[in-house]
T-cell receptor, first 113, second 114 residues
């Protein structure tokens, strides 16, 4: 089925460890996004990529880096994980036009101990 | 900066009763507005969107929302709740510009009581 695929679905890290969350979409969308979801705070934008070759910071970028590898793939890296980064992470994609709406992946539940 | 306020983090309705989930927005330009639904342990799914055409927007699963500029509101309604409607609902507003960047509300969890 067409859509946004995120891996892994679950991960437990120790403080200070690093990891990369993978995201791929097969809808030929230009724009891709990484959000984190925390209870009572809704979704907060970490980074986004308006088109292949560009990335920009969102609302909460500290502690994260991203790579837009090609049009399909957009990865999120935690260089040195902290307990404050325990969250559910969602990748999303959309067409460039603002009226299209997002397609979301199923999420990665990350726990940092 | 744009923002969205969802009134009520939890709403409970009886099965068959009217569902009303409230959303107010702030925007300096004509907004594009969205409602998303999130079922447990899943990603968000687009329910409906307002993009400056008809002010009453119909979405999936029998939901609809009405854009009221004078009240800066975009409330979500459904005439008769089903058990399967139990989920978390997010209102969102899109910034202006050549690409889409969306600000989400904090969500409203809908409980449907049998």
């Amino acid at each position: 089925n067409a859509g946004v695929t995120q891996t892994p679905k679950f991960q437990v890290l120790k403080t200070g460890q690093s990891m990369t969350l993978q995201c791929a979409q097969d809808m030929n969308h230009n724009s891709m996004y990484w959000y984190r979801q925390d209870p009572g705070m809704g979704l907060r934008l970490i980074y986004y990529s308006a088109s292949e070759g560009t990335t920009d910071k969102g609302e909460v970028p500290n502690g994260y880096n991203v790579s837009r590898l090609n049009k399909r793939e957009f990865s999120l890296r935690l260089e040195s994980a902290a307990p404050s980064q325990t969250s559910v992470y969602f990748c999303a994609s959309s067409e460039r036009d603002r009226d299209y709406g997002y397609t979301f992946g199923s999420g990665t539940r990350l726990t940092v101990v | 900066a744009q923002s969205v306020t969802q009134l009520g983090s939890h709403v409970s309705v009886s099965e068959g009763a009217l569902v009303l989930l409230r959303c107010n927005y702030s925007s300096s330009v004509p907004p594009y507005l969205f409602w998303y639904v999130q079922y447990p342990n899943q990603g968000l799914q687009l329910l409906l969107k307002y993009t400056s055409a008809a002010t009453l927007v119909k979405g999936i699963n029998g939901f609809e929302a009405e854009f009221k500029k004078s009240e800066t509101s975009f409330h979500l309604t459904k005439p008769s709740a089903h058990m399967r409607d139990a989920a978390e609902y997010f209102c969102a507003v899109s910034e202006s510009g050549g690409y889409q960047k969306v600000t989400f509300g904090t969500g409203t969890k809908l409980q449907v009581i049998p």
